[in-house]
């Protein structure tokens, strides 16, 4: 069972970012998917959460209004939208997979399943 996240990358302030988080290994269309981060010296932090219809999404405070969570059950695969981004975004952005269906989790503790994550870096 495989997660890989991509998409990530060198962007300035203001600018946009699409990341994909791609399973293999197993299928996720009946998993809530979330997307965490983690700055350097930081703790994991919560992001987004959408839950395996795709009719129900969450997000943290921090990126609420900006971020958009999405999914293509077809393929396997959830999305992370980010605009607006900021040099506080920056992080490695991971994708993971809870054992929970149609419930919005936002603790890691509730995903069981975690992918390789990418970079996010936000030059001001």
């Known amino acids: 069972v495989q997660l890989q996240a991509s998409g990530g990358g060198l962007i300035q302030a203001g600018g946009s970012l699409k990341l994909s988080c791609s399973a293999s290994?197993?299928?996720?269309?009946?998993?809530?998917m979330g997307w965490f981060r983690q700055a350097p010296g930081k703790e994991r932090e919560y992001v987004a959460a959408?839950?395996?219809?795709?009719?129900?999404?969450h997000y943290a405070r921090s990126v609420k209004g900006r971020f958009t969570i999405s999914r293509d059950n077809a393929k396997n695969a959830v999305y992370l939208q980010m605009n607006s981004l900021k040099p506080e975004d920056t992080a490695v952005y991971s994708c993971a997979a809870s054992r929970y269906s149609s419930v919005i989790r936002t603790i890691s503790q509730d995903y069981n399943y975690w992918g390789q994550g990418t970079q996010v870096t936000v030059s001001s």
């Open positions: 959408i839950v395996a219809s795709g009719g129900g999404t």
């Open positions: 290994g197993r299928n996720f269309s009946n998993n809530l």
